[in-house]
């Protein structure tokens, strides 16, 4: 054990050190007790709200949840994976490491180890670990509560580091590798990035493929492939109650297939609107960013400093100066996205380093760094120039179930890091100095020379102005009251503003690429050595980025826990509501702006509205139809909306009206109107009367006897026991009736049971459930038990099982290995 430290100190010593950056970063948040405000996180906290207090209250967190949107699958909001291993390892790093040290630290000890397979040396590796982990974009996920997001893209660069093991020869030890990060990837349960990490993972065996063919070394590269689909499979079976129950949930969410088909209602038959899923494009001229952080205004909401000339002018006109600076600091990204948290940065030494690893690397593996860069690029500019976007977005399978395609950047920005350490690498390794110092300078000149111009004659490649100043100009001018000279004097010192900004910042790069290069001379002309240059780079690099990271998630970004808890004080409305003993109706909260896009309200009680990139097709389309050029009341009815909230237009105080024409939590109807397709019941429930009719698709017409429908005043039903998988009614009727249940419709995995006999139930009123009761007094269930769920976690148990023993199994032979080549080395 003594001579397993002695060998391994030097990188229990960097571990000790990057846990130490880690906790260093947050370190004044952390020791005054105070936790992360993350708007992402408050939304969730909403959408968990009933998942939460269900399993406080039973120890079972339930799998539906009727919080929001009426009613939806729990898997994307939060749900327990008890059998994948993945969890519980998960779990234990949230336990130990506080939030959100334990996601810097990842980042970090992931990236030592992908640069450790990579066969740097120990603190080169470290260097290379800080550059990949704290690329800007990794801190800016953090502040905006993208948790998962952030968590899969730490797993990154280990199942790099398996994949590159596995093609090495390290067969089992690669391949486990691989699937245990894997594993922890898929469980991150963000399909976006892992989809992003498989198109760079794909260029990677393509390229390893073609040389492989090329150097006749087919055999061992499938060997390599066949061990690493092992790994793929059992990560994939670790994760089966995760893929499945993703899997068939996406198929009916606003990235499956359309249910409409009139032109103008919806969007695409399949996946995400374009318009919708390209947002969030990056610039072209935005990757500046990559080097000059405020090369485009940095955030929407960039600190400004007194000495703005349009603050100044601002205040001078009678603004308040606090909104004045708002105002400023708001204005200062030019870019078309709508909003940003923060650029790309992916540092100033990491640019030039990168820069002359495309000039001196030699390894084949520079050419799938730069492919995947560009792909990445091309595809994260989106409508700005859609001739790749638009192919895969139109023919690579899943590309189009995603939003937000500057995304892309985070294959960059891990590829940026690893062939800019790769290149320092080469400087200390390479025997031809003359060549690496040649190099070096064109690296240089180009780096240094594109800073230069950015600082002399920055308006030469940036117009500082954003697509629509003319209409910001505008905007300006009523917000003067017609003072047109005033809003052009703004608007241009806005311009001013931002090329202040950039200048500084570039001045900034350009100190440390004078930095970087001074280093790379010191370690050509032989006059530092290896370990002490590593230690500099490294501090350079931190410095750098830094202080960039803490532009976008700094101390002021937490805040008193008590202050947290008073995000949700309900008001007065809210109170009011709650005291409601009715265990199941719902809330439509126009007070708070847009319903379908905040989960706030969702916190103190079942509503309409709320907030999921993953709600139901058929709810959304719904939302399209009948509430967005007005609120129809029907749909409100037939949802059981009990009360609706609005706001007083010049106060904005909010006010409750109790809804007396709600239709409970079911009823029986007297008619039922059968419908040719889902364009004719959207077009049915635009105006009907929901407790007395029934529209149906002609699809289920077998599950109705014309028998049953007629008069329903002879008939009772009511919800008499109410959890979230589990409904309860009584009905009583001296006929057949046809019910309607104020329930959203979810064949996978829901069944119903009358007097505990499963019978069938069917769609109606376009997401509603509806089914036909017999006469007499009975007990009607509705129970959520999907096998997606259930089945998943059995096979997630057995795979779980199989990767702890191909772990243990690779770690015991690399261990036999180790022990059998001394004696070797000793006679030698």
């Known amino acids: 054990m003594n001579n397993w430290f002695k060998r391994n100190s030097v990188h229990l010593i960097i571990v000790a050190i990057l846990i130490v950056i880690s906790f260093a970063y947050f370190f004044t948040p952390i020791i005054q007790g105070k936790v992360l405000m993350q708007s992402d996180v408050l939304q969730a906290q909403s ?274 100066p606090a909104q004045a600076h708002g105002f400023v ?39 799938w760094l730069l492919s995947a860069v560009l792909l990445s690029m091309f595809l994260s500019f989106g409508k700005n120039l859609p001739f790749i976007s638009d192919f895969f977005f139109n023919y690579v399978p899943m590309y189009n179930k995603f939003r937000t395609v500057e995304s892309t950047l985070v294959i960059a920005a891990l590829c940026f890091p690893i062939l800019a350490l790769l290149a320092i690498n080469e400087v200390i390794t390479n025997t031809d100095k003359a060549l690496i110092f040649k190099r070096a300078k064109i690296a240089f000149y180009i780096t240094g020379g594109l800073l230069l111009i950015m600082i002399a004659v920055p308006d030469v490649l940036l117009s500082f102005k954003a697509d629509d100043h003319l209409g910001f100009i505008n905007n300006l001018t009523q917000m003067f009251r017609g003072n047109s000279g005033l809003a052009t004097t703004v608007a241009a010192q806005i311009v001013d503003d931002r090329i202040s900004l950039e200048r500084a910042d570039a001045i900034r790069s350009l100190i440390i690429v004078l930095l970087t290069a001074g280093l790379v001379w010191l370690i050509i002309k032989d006059k530092i050595k290896v370990n002490i240059a590593a230690l500099i780079l490294a501090a350079i690099i931190l410095f750098d980025m830094w202080g960039v990271d803490k532009r976008y998630l700094k101390d002021s970004n937490f805040v008193e826990k008590s202050e947290m808890a008073q995000q949700y004080t309900p008001r007065e409305v809210d109170q009011f509501i709650m005291k409601d003993p009715d265990p199941n109706f719902r809330v439509f909260d126009m007070a708070s702006g847009d319903p379908f896009h905040d989960s706030h309200s969702s916190y103190f009680y079942k509503t309409v509205g709320g907030f999921h990139s993953a709600r139901l097709r058929r709810f959304d389309e719904l939302v399209e139809n009948q509430f967005t050029k007005s609120v129809n009341q029907d749909v409100l009815d037939m949802l059981n909306t009990k009360y609706i909230i609005t706001a007083d237009p010049k106060t904005g105080t909010a006010s409750m009206s109790a809804n007396q024409t709600a239709c409970g939590n079911a009823w029986f109807v007297k008619s039922v109107k059968f419908a040719d397709n889902a364009d004719q019941e959207m077009q049915a429930i635009s105006s009907f009367t929901p407790k007395d009719e029934a529209i149906v698709d002609k699809q289920y017409k077998s599950f109705i006897n014309d028998g049953s429908i007629g008069s329903a005043t002879t008939g009772t039903i009511k919800l008499v026991n109410y959890a979230p998988e589990h409904l309860v009614y009584e009905s009583g009727s001296t006929s057949a009736q046809i019910a309607v249940f104020s329930e959203i419709y979810y064949d996978k995995g829901w069944t119903m049971l009358i007097d505990g006999k499963e019978q069938p139930y069917f769609r109606a009123d376009y997401l509603l459930r509806a089914a036909q009761i017999p006469v007499g007094n009975h007990k009607i269930e509705f129970i959520f038990h999907p096998t997606s769920y259930y089945a998943g976690e059995k096979i997630s148990l057995a795979g779980s099982i199989l990767l702890v023993l191909a772990l243990g199994g690779a770690l015991y032979n690399e261990t036999k290995k180790k022990q059998a080549a001394k004696p070797a080395t000793k006679k030698a």
């Open 47 to 320: 959408m968990q709200k009933e998942i939460n207090d269900v399993k406080a209250a039973t120890g079972h967190a339930p799998l539906w949840t009727n919080q929001m949107f009426g009613g939806m699958p729990a898997y994307q909001i939060w749900a327990s994976f008890p059998s994948n291993i993945a969890s519980h390892v998960i779990d234990i790093l949230k336990a130990v490491f506080p939030n959100p040290v334990d996601t810097v630290l990842l980042y970090l000890l992931g990236g030592y180890l992908l640069f450790s397979v990579l066969r740097l040396s120990p603190w080169l590796a470290a260097a290379g670990a800080i550059a990949l982990a704290f690329t800007s974009y990794n801190f800016i996920y953090i502040t905006a509560g993208h948790a998962n997001q952030a968590y899969a893209i730490a797993f990154f660069a280990p199942i790099l580091a398996g994949i590159i093991l596995t093609l090495r020869g390290k067969y089992l030890l690669g391949a486990s590798i691989t699937g245990l990060f894997l594993a922890m990837e898929i469980r991150s349960n963000h399909v976006q990035m892992t989809y992003y990490l498989l198109l760079c993972i794909a260029i990677l065996l393509i390229i390893e493929l073609y040389h492989a063919i090329k150097d006749k070394q087919a055999k061992p590269f499938l060997k390599s492939m066949a061990y690493l689909l092992a790994g793929v499979v059992l990560a994939i079976a670790v994760n089966a109650s995760v893929l499945w129950t993703t899997y068939e949930y996406s198929q009916y969410t606003i990235r499956g297939k359309a249910n409409l088909t009139t032109k103008g209602t919806t969007g695409p038959t399949h996946g995400l609107d374009k318009d919708y899923a390209y947002t969030w494009s990056q610039g072209v001229s935005e990757c500046l960013t990559f080097l000059i952080p405020n090369a485009y205004g940095g955030g929407s909401s960039t600190a400004v400093g007194d000495d703005s000339k349009a603050v100044k002018t601002l205040v001078d006109a009678g603004v308040d």
């Open 329 to 367: 600091s708001q204005s200062l990204y030019y870019g078309n996205k709508s909003v940003t948290f923060g650029p790309w940065y992916f540092g100033a030494a990491v640019f030039f380093l990168f820069v002359l690893g495309l000039l001196i690397v030699k390894n084949r593996i520079k050419w």
